[in-house]
């Protein structure tokens, strides 16, 4: 299995701004993993 890859501050930042948006109006009660992946391995 490769390592995984950091994670940068703006990958964290751009999460951040979407949960503030109009866009995640509808989004309640879910965990917003932010990990480069790591879940998906």
Same mark, same amino acid.
């Given at each position: 299995? /490769?390592?995984? $890859?950091?994670? $940068?501050?703006? &990958?964290?930042?751009? @999460?951040?701004v979407?949960? @503030?948006s =109009?866009e @995640? /109006? +509808?989004?309640? &009660?879910?965990t917003l993993?932010? =990990? @480069? &992946? +790591?879940?998906? /391995?």
């Amino acid at each position: 299995m /490769r390592p995984v $890859e950091l994670i $940068e501050a703006v &990958g964290i930042s751009n @999460a951040i701004v979407l949960l @503030a948006s =109009d866009e @995640a /109006r +509808y989004v309640t &009660g879910v965990t917003l993993p932010v =990990d @480069a &992946g +790591y879940n998906n /391995r």
